[in-house]
Protein backbone atom coordinates (compact mmCIF):
# COMPACT_ATOMS: atom_id res chain seq x y z
CA UNK A 1 0.00 0.00 0.00
CA UNK A 2 1.23 3.59 -1.03
CA UNK A 3 2.23 6.61 1.79
CA UNK A 4 -0.41 8.44 0.52
CA UNK A 5 -3.43 5.50 0.52
CA UNK A 6 -2.18 4.63 3.75
CA UNK A 7 -2.46 8.27 5.32
CA UNK A 8 -5.92 8.41 3.94
CA UNK A 9 -6.76 4.76 5.79
CA UNK A 10 -5.68 6.96 9.24
CA UNK A 11 -7.94 10.16 7.96
CA UNK A 12 -4.21 12.02 7.35
CA UNK A 13 -4.60 14.00 4.51
CA UNK A 14 -0.94 15.82 3.66
CA UNK A 15 -1.81 19.14 2.41
CA UNK A 16 -1.50 20.56 -0.78
CA UNK A 17 1.44 22.77 -1.67
CA UNK A 18 0.06 26.71 -2.24
CA UNK A 19 -0.57 27.64 -5.42
CA UNK A 20 2.60 29.98 -6.69
CA UNK A 21 1.98 33.46 -6.52
CA UNK A 22 0.61 35.00 -10.08
CA UNK A 23 -0.23 38.62 -10.25
CA UNK A 24 -2.36 37.99 -13.26
CA UNK A 25 -4.88 35.34 -11.96
CA UNK A 26 -8.44 37.01 -11.29
CA UNK A 27 -11.77 35.69 -10.87
CA UNK A 28 -14.52 35.23 -12.99
CA UNK A 29 -17.30 37.89 -11.52
CA UNK A 30 -16.62 41.91 -12.92
CA UNK A 31 -15.99 44.48 -11.23
CA UNK A 32 -18.69 47.39 -9.81
CA UNK A 33 -18.48 50.62 -11.28
CA UNK A 34 -19.88 53.86 -9.31
CA UNK A 35 -19.04 57.34 -11.01
CA UNK A 36 -18.92 59.65 -8.37
CA UNK A 37 -17.88 63.37 -8.22
CA UNK A 38 -15.73 64.90 -5.77
CA UNK A 39 -17.31 69.08 -5.25
CA UNK A 40 -13.64 70.91 -3.88
CA UNK A 41 -15.28 74.21 -2.41
CA UNK A 42 -11.93 75.84 -1.60
CA UNK A 43 -11.23 75.74 -5.12
CA UNK A 44 -14.46 76.16 -6.99
CA UNK A 45 -13.76 72.68 -8.47
CA UNK A 46 -15.66 69.36 -9.80
CA UNK A 47 -13.16 66.25 -9.74
CA UNK A 48 -15.08 63.23 -11.61
CA UNK A 49 -14.76 60.04 -10.78
CA UNK A 50 -15.04 56.50 -11.78
CA UNK A 51 -14.54 54.42 -8.55
CA UNK A 52 -14.16 50.02 -9.76
CA UNK A 53 -15.17 48.20 -6.36
CA UNK A 54 -14.30 44.45 -5.91
CA UNK A 55 -16.78 41.38 -6.07
CA UNK A 56 -16.19 38.93 -4.19
CA UNK A 57 -15.53 35.03 -4.79
CA UNK A 58 -19.65 34.47 -5.31
CA UNK A 59 -19.90 37.22 -7.78
CA UNK A 60 -21.73 39.65 -5.49
CA UNK A 61 -21.15 42.99 -4.71
CA UNK A 62 -18.97 43.29 -1.52
CA UNK A 63 -21.34 45.19 1.17
CA UNK A 64 -20.66 47.71 3.82
CA UNK A 65 -20.29 44.01 6.02
CA UNK A 66 -17.03 43.28 3.91
CA UNK A 67 -13.22 44.05 5.06
CA UNK A 68 -12.25 47.47 3.61
CA UNK A 69 -9.97 47.06 0.57
CA UNK A 70 -6.77 49.05 -0.32
CA UNK A 71 -6.90 51.91 -2.56
CA UNK A 72 -5.48 52.63 -5.59
CA UNK A 73 -5.74 56.27 -7.30
CA UNK A 74 -5.32 56.40 -10.83
CA UNK A 75 -4.81 60.49 -12.65
CA UNK A 76 -5.09 60.28 -16.70
CA UNK A 77 -2.96 61.93 -19.45
CA UNK A 78 -3.59 65.22 -21.36
CA UNK A 79 -6.70 64.87 -23.06
CA UNK A 80 -8.44 62.26 -21.33
CA UNK A 81 -11.10 61.36 -18.78
CA UNK A 82 -11.82 59.01 -15.88
CA UNK A 83 -13.07 56.68 -18.96
CA UNK A 84 -9.59 56.21 -19.70
CA UNK A 85 -7.57 52.70 -19.08
CA UNK A 86 -10.34 50.61 -17.94
CA UNK A 87 -8.35 47.33 -18.17
CA UNK A 88 -6.48 48.39 -15.42
CA UNK A 89 -9.35 49.62 -13.24
CA UNK A 90 -11.16 46.13 -13.67
CA UNK A 91 -8.10 43.78 -12.96
CA UNK A 92 -7.07 46.34 -10.16
CA UNK A 93 -10.62 45.53 -8.78
CA UNK A 94 -10.84 41.86 -9.61
CA UNK A 95 -7.38 41.32 -7.34
CA UNK A 96 -9.19 43.48 -4.42
CA UNK A 97 -8.41 47.13 -4.87
CA UNK A 98 -10.67 49.83 -4.70
CA UNK A 99 -9.31 51.59 -7.99
CA UNK A 100 -10.71 55.64 -8.20
CA UNK A 101 -9.80 57.25 -11.56
CA UNK A 102 -9.74 61.03 -11.39
CA UNK A 103 -10.81 63.10 -14.29
CA UNK A 104 -8.73 66.61 -14.18
CA UNK A 105 -10.64 69.46 -15.41
CA UNK A 106 -8.79 72.15 -17.53
CA UNK A 107 -6.65 68.58 -18.92
CA UNK A 108 -9.00 66.26 -19.77
CA UNK A 109 -10.86 65.20 -23.11
CA UNK A 110 -12.66 69.03 -22.43
CA UNK A 111 -9.78 70.26 -24.31
CA UNK A 112 -10.40 69.12 -27.37
CA UNK A 113 -13.83 67.38 -27.86
CA UNK A 114 -15.62 70.53 -29.10
CA UNK A 115 -12.81 71.88 -30.85
CA UNK A 116 -12.26 71.83 -34.89
CA UNK A 117 -9.52 69.25 -35.54
CA UNK A 118 -7.37 71.69 -36.94
CA UNK A 119 -7.02 73.42 -33.53
CA UNK A 120 -7.04 70.48 -30.99
CA UNK A 121 -3.10 70.18 -31.17
CA UNK A 122 -2.35 73.96 -29.98
CA UNK A 123 -5.66 73.80 -27.25
CA UNK A 124 -3.75 70.77 -25.87
CA UNK A 125 -0.06 72.28 -26.05
CA UNK A 126 -1.93 75.16 -23.89
CA UNK A 127 -3.35 73.11 -21.46
CA UNK A 128 0.13 71.27 -20.52
CA UNK A 129 1.08 73.90 -18.36
CA UNK A 130 2.24 74.62 -14.90
CA UNK A 131 -1.36 76.11 -13.85
CA UNK A 132 -2.90 72.70 -14.71
CA UNK A 133 -0.17 70.68 -12.75
CA UNK A 134 -1.02 72.41 -9.67
CA UNK A 135 -4.84 72.26 -10.09
CA UNK A 136 -3.94 68.32 -10.70
CA UNK A 137 -2.10 67.92 -7.59
CA UNK A 138 -4.96 69.65 -5.42
CA UNK A 139 -7.15 67.15 -7.08
CA UNK A 140 -5.69 64.06 -5.67
CA UNK A 141 -5.31 65.82 -1.83
CA UNK A 142 -8.94 66.54 -2.29
CA UNK A 143 -9.96 63.14 -3.57
CA UNK A 144 -8.28 61.56 -0.63
CA UNK A 145 -9.87 64.32 1.81
CA UNK A 146 -13.34 63.02 0.01
CA UNK A 147 -12.42 59.25 0.05
CA UNK A 148 -12.08 59.56 4.41
CA UNK A 149 -15.52 61.46 4.36
CA UNK A 150 -17.57 59.19 2.25
CA UNK A 151 -16.01 55.81 4.27
CA UNK A 152 -17.69 57.06 7.19
CA UNK A 153 -20.76 58.11 5.49
CA UNK A 154 -23.96 55.83 5.78
CA UNK A 155 -25.24 57.53 2.73
CA UNK A 156 -22.39 56.64 0.58
CA UNK A 157 -21.95 53.86 -1.36
CA UNK A 158 -18.17 53.66 -0.36
CA UNK A 159 -19.16 53.58 3.55
CA UNK A 160 -16.63 51.04 5.41
CA UNK A 161 -15.42 49.47 1.90
CA UNK A 162 -11.64 51.66 1.71
CA UNK A 163 -8.56 50.67 3.53
CA UNK A 164 -7.09 54.70 3.84
CA UNK A 165 -4.08 53.20 5.86
CA UNK A 166 -3.03 51.69 2.19
CA UNK A 167 -3.17 54.04 -1.09
CA UNK A 168 -1.48 53.89 -3.72
CA UNK A 169 -1.09 56.46 -6.73
CA UNK A 170 -0.64 55.93 -10.55
CA UNK A 171 -0.90 57.62 -13.61
CA UNK A 172 0.58 57.66 -17.44
CA UNK A 173 1.91 60.87 -18.82
CA UNK A 174 0.86 64.06 -17.66
CA UNK A 175 -0.78 61.90 -14.82
CA UNK A 176 2.88 60.58 -14.04
CA UNK A 177 3.66 63.95 -13.75
CA UNK A 178 0.52 64.20 -11.10
CA UNK A 179 1.85 60.69 -9.59
CA UNK A 180 5.41 62.02 -9.27
CA UNK A 181 4.17 65.62 -7.44
CA UNK A 182 2.09 63.78 -4.63
CA UNK A 183 4.36 61.12 -4.20
CA UNK A 184 7.50 62.76 -3.05
CA UNK A 185 8.90 64.61 -5.93
CA UNK A 186 10.74 67.74 -5.31
CA UNK A 187 9.79 70.72 -7.59
CA UNK A 188 11.98 72.76 -9.82
CA UNK A 189 11.65 76.07 -7.81
CA UNK A 190 11.38 76.41 -3.81
CA UNK A 191 12.62 74.20 -1.10
CA UNK A 192 9.34 72.28 -0.24
CA UNK A 193 9.12 68.88 -1.02
CA UNK A 194 5.86 67.89 -2.72
CA UNK A 195 3.93 64.87 -1.51
CA UNK A 196 0.54 63.58 0.64
CA UNK A 197 1.78 61.56 3.15
CA UNK A 198 -1.42 59.09 3.13
CA UNK A 199 0.00 57.70 -0.04
CA UNK A 200 2.19 54.88 -0.12
CA UNK A 201 3.27 53.93 -2.85
CA UNK A 202 3.36 55.03 -6.41
CA UNK A 203 3.40 53.34 -10.14
CA UNK A 204 4.30 56.27 -12.68
CA UNK A 205 3.76 55.04 -16.43
CA UNK A 206 5.90 57.24 -18.67
CA UNK A 207 7.42 59.54 -16.24
CA UNK A 208 9.96 62.07 -16.60
CA UNK A 209 12.55 64.41 -15.35
CA UNK A 210 11.07 68.67 -16.42
CA UNK A 211 14.00 69.93 -18.78
CA UNK A 212 16.13 72.18 -17.05
CA UNK A 213 15.70 70.29 -13.55
CA UNK A 214 18.23 68.40 -11.65
CA UNK A 215 16.85 64.91 -11.60
CA UNK A 216 19.42 64.04 -8.21
CA UNK A 217 17.63 66.80 -6.37
CA UNK A 218 14.03 66.80 -7.24
CA UNK A 219 13.72 62.88 -6.44
CA UNK A 220 16.43 62.64 -3.25
CA UNK A 221 13.61 62.98 -0.97
CA UNK A 222 11.60 59.94 -2.54
CA UNK A 223 11.22 57.44 0.64
CA UNK A 224 8.15 55.37 -0.64
CA UNK A 225 8.35 52.38 -3.13
CA UNK A 226 8.39 53.62 -6.71
CA UNK A 227 7.76 51.72 -10.11
CA UNK A 228 8.57 53.14 -13.18
CA UNK A 229 7.06 52.25 -16.77
CA UNK A 230 8.42 53.36 -19.98
CA UNK A 231 9.39 52.48 -23.42
CA UNK A 232 12.37 52.41 -25.56
CA UNK A 233 9.97 54.53 -28.23
CA UNK A 234 7.77 56.16 -25.32
CA UNK A 235 8.01 59.76 -26.66
CA UNK A 236 5.01 61.92 -26.82
CA UNK A 237 3.74 64.49 -29.44
CA UNK A 238 3.23 66.97 -27.13
CA UNK A 239 5.51 68.12 -24.09
CA UNK A 240 9.64 67.83 -23.96
CA UNK A 241 9.85 64.61 -22.68
CA UNK A 242 11.55 62.20 -24.95
CA UNK A 243 13.06 58.52 -23.77
CA UNK A 244 15.83 59.71 -22.09
CA UNK A 245 14.07 62.04 -19.76
CA UNK A 246 12.26 59.31 -18.73
CA UNK A 247 14.82 56.77 -18.47
CA UNK A 248 16.59 59.68 -16.37
CA UNK A 249 14.61 59.53 -13.24
CA UNK A 250 15.35 55.26 -12.08
CA UNK A 251 18.98 56.30 -11.36
CA UNK A 252 18.12 59.50 -9.32
CA UNK A 253 15.78 57.88 -6.86
CA UNK A 254 17.16 56.75 -3.28
CA UNK A 255 17.60 52.90 -3.55
CA UNK A 256 15.11 50.89 -1.54
CA UNK A 257 12.27 49.57 -3.21
CA UNK A 258 13.01 51.18 -6.39
CA UNK A 259 11.89 49.96 -9.70
CA UNK A 260 11.68 50.38 -13.48
CA UNK A 261 10.49 48.23 -16.15
CA UNK A 262 11.27 49.23 -20.24
CA UNK A 263 9.64 47.65 -22.67
CA UNK A 264 10.73 46.85 -26.14
CA UNK A 265 9.70 49.00 -29.10
CA UNK A 266 6.78 50.42 -26.95
CA UNK A 267 5.57 53.96 -27.75
CA UNK A 268 3.57 56.53 -25.77
CA UNK A 269 0.26 54.83 -26.33
CA UNK A 270 1.59 51.40 -24.85
CA UNK A 271 -0.30 52.14 -21.49
CA UNK A 272 -3.07 53.72 -22.43
CA UNK A 273 -6.36 52.44 -24.53
CA UNK A 274 -6.15 52.75 -27.99
CA UNK A 275 -3.16 53.83 -30.49
CA UNK A 276 -2.75 57.09 -31.43
CA UNK A 277 -2.15 59.47 -34.85
CA UNK A 278 1.46 59.60 -34.03
CA UNK A 279 2.13 56.05 -33.79
CA UNK A 280 4.52 53.69 -36.25
CA UNK A 281 4.26 50.76 -34.60
CA UNK A 282 2.13 48.01 -33.82
CA UNK A 283 0.77 47.47 -30.58
CA UNK A 284 2.96 44.52 -28.67
CA UNK A 285 -0.45 42.50 -26.77
CA UNK A 286 1.74 41.09 -24.14
CA UNK A 287 2.87 44.99 -23.21
CA UNK A 288 -0.49 44.80 -21.43
CA UNK A 289 0.21 41.58 -19.63
CA UNK A 290 3.17 42.83 -18.11
CA UNK A 291 1.35 45.99 -16.91
CA UNK A 292 -0.67 44.57 -14.90
CA UNK A 293 1.48 41.85 -13.94
CA UNK A 294 3.84 44.28 -12.59
CA UNK A 295 1.29 46.69 -11.15
CA UNK A 296 -0.31 44.36 -9.21
CA UNK A 297 2.46 42.85 -7.97
CA UNK A 298 3.39 45.98 -6.80
CA UNK A 299 0.25 46.72 -5.15
CA UNK A 300 0.36 43.40 -3.27
CA UNK A 301 3.87 43.86 -1.92
CA UNK A 302 3.74 47.53 -0.80
CA UNK A 303 -0.05 47.92 0.02
CA UNK A 304 -0.69 44.11 1.31
CA UNK A 305 2.91 43.58 2.45
CA UNK A 306 2.81 39.80 0.92
CA UNK A 307 6.21 38.91 0.92
CA UNK A 308 5.32 36.28 -2.21
CA UNK A 309 4.50 39.24 -4.43
CA UNK A 310 7.77 40.67 -3.26
CA UNK A 311 9.51 37.65 -3.90
CA UNK A 312 8.04 37.20 -7.67
CA UNK A 313 9.31 41.04 -8.28
CA UNK A 314 12.67 40.46 -7.61
CA UNK A 315 12.75 36.88 -8.48
CA UNK A 316 12.10 35.14 -11.78
CA UNK A 317 8.39 35.76 -11.54
CA UNK A 318 8.57 39.13 -13.00
CA UNK A 319 11.25 37.75 -15.81
CA UNK A 320 8.77 35.38 -16.48
CA UNK A 321 6.69 37.55 -18.46
CA UNK A 322 9.15 39.75 -20.22
CA UNK A 323 9.82 39.49 -23.66
CA UNK A 324 13.10 39.55 -25.11
CA UNK A 325 14.49 43.08 -25.32
CA UNK A 326 12.20 44.30 -22.33
CA UNK A 327 14.41 45.38 -19.61
CA UNK A 328 13.76 45.04 -15.81
CA UNK A 329 15.92 46.38 -12.98
CA UNK A 330 15.46 47.47 -8.83
CA UNK A 331 17.30 48.46 -6.41
Not at 93 to 121: C, I, T
Not at 147 to 166: F, G, K, Q, T, Y
Not at 303 to 312: E, Q, T, V, Y
Amino acid sequence: MGIIAIAACFGVIADAAPPAYDPLAVGAAEPVVVDLSVHDAERQREIPLRVYLPVNAEGADENADAMPRPVVLFSHGLGGSRENNPYLGEHWAKRGYVAVFMQHLGSDESVWKDVPVGQRLREMQKAASGKNARLRRGDVVAVIDALEAWNADPASPLMDRLDLDHIGMSGHSFGAVTTQAVSGQRPGWGREVWGDPRIKAAVAMSPSVQRGVNADRAFSEVTMPWLLMTGTLDVAIIGDADVEARLAVYPALPAGDKYELVLDRAQHSAFGDRALPSDREPRNPNHYRVILALSTAFWDAYLRDDPAAKAWLRGDGAEGVLEPGDRWQHK
